[in-house]
Nanobody, 116 residues
Framework: QVQLLESGGGLVQAGGSLTLSCAASGYIFRINVIGWYRQAPGKQRELVAV???????TYADSVKDRFTISRNNAKKTILLQMNSLKTEDTAVYYCYSKSFADNTYWGQGTQVTVSS
């Protein structure tokens, strides 16, 4: 099992910045992909940014050049630096991981609200 705990959500004005953190615990050596999804009200959950095992990032087109995903191995955390935030970035952000056996794990989610 892998446990994921998000932190860092909150309220920010448009154009501002916020950093989300995801702390992983448990069988983290089984993780192949780790990163972030989000779900806005009335919409499907969508990929934001993920890191492959070799640290290759994948970003949604809507966040490229504004968001940066990174890994801190010593702290067993994944960070999502979000800059130039827009009102459409408002959503619940979920930490996500997938194991080599294709098992998926989700955190509880953290709310990000961007005001105009």
């Amino acid at each position: 099992q892998v446990q994921l705990l998000e932190s860092g959500g909150g309220l920010v004005q448009a154009g501002g910045s916020l950093t989300l953190s995801c702390a992983a615990s448990g069988y983290i050596f089984r993780i192949n992909v780790i990163g972030w999804y989000r779900q806005a009200p009335g919409k499907q959950r969508e990929l934001v940014a993920v890191l492959a095992r070799d640290d290759t990032p994948t970003y949604a087109d809507s966040v490229k050049d504004r968001f940066t995903i990174s890994r801190n191995n010593a702290k067993k955390t994944i960070l999502l630096q979000m800059n130039s935030l827009k009102t459409e970035d408002t959503a619940v952000y979920y930490c996500y991981s997938k194991s080599f056996a294709d098992n998926t794990y989700w955190g509880q989610g953290t709310q990000v609200t961007v005001s105009s």
